[in-house]
């Protein structure tokens, strides 16, 4: 098996923001090889790298580790797997930044909370009709949008972009993936919402004509007094 473990695969795109790329372990096959550099070790059979670790490769990889978890730690996307054959499961993994919910990783994966208790109530319905149709068609990837609601009782939107997964060691199954604050993003586009309805309703009621043409003189809008 030479495919990245999913959490490693996680980090390390998240680390050089590669965000768009976390949903998309399924599809990567990872291979290591070993160049000439001052490392030292031997290449296995199986193409590791076996080395005996100083105190100085011990503290690279502990301030490595450490990089990463602060970059999610502050990250506004948070990483998530659960399993898939039980009903309403706990998280078996929620990365740190899990904490912009008001709750703790533990909390997710200790079961003291469902992921469902956060979903706006408006929603829970839709999202969970939308993912019992995509498991019943075999969709293997996908991207729901909602509402969650924080500890604090604040509603923030999501975009949550889920694959099925399935563990080689055991052959369980899995939903993994990233949700993503997108809450700027909905609020800049209703308040553009608001804007258009805005300018339709000043130029339907005016009284003058008014006519409204492209960069090619082409008319694309007017309104009823010009009619």
Not at 128 to 142: C, I, L, Q, T
Not at 179 to 190: W, Y
């Amino acid at each position: 098996d030479m495919t990245v473990p999913w959490t490693l695969h996680a980090v390390l795109n998240t680390a050089v923001g590669r965000l768009d790329q976390l949903h998309r372990h399924r599809q990567t096959l990872a291979i290591m090889v070993k160049i000439k550099d001052r490392l030292g070790g031997r290449l296995t059979d199986r193409g590791g790298i076996r080395k005996r670790l100083t105190i100085a490769d011990k503290v690279k990889i502990d301030t490595g580790y450490t990089r990463a978890r602060e970059i999610l730690a502050h990250s506004p996307t948070f990483l998530f797997r659960r399993p898939m054959e039980t009903d309403a499961p706990p998280l078996v993994y929620a990365s740190p930044s899990f904490t912009a919910t008001g709750y703790t990783p533990e909390d997710i994966t200790s079961g003291r909370i469902a992921f469902k208790d956060i979903v706006h109530p408006d929603d829970l319905e839709r999202t969970n009709r939308e993912s019992d149709a995509y498991a019943a068609r075999g969709v293997k990837a996908f991207t729901q949008i909602y509402r969650i609601v924080t500890r604090e009782g604040e509603v923030r939107w999501v975009e949550d972009h889920t694959s099925v997964v399935t563990d080689p060691r055991d052959g369980k199954r899995y939903h993994q993936g990233i949700v993503t604050d997108i809450t700027p993003r909905k609020l800049a586009e209703e308040a553009l919402r608001k804007s258009e309805e805005k300018y339709r309703r000043i130029v339907e009621t005016a009284g003058e004509g008014f006519m409204l043409l492209n960069e090619r003189l082409i008319i694309v809008d007017v309104n009823s007094a010009l009619c």
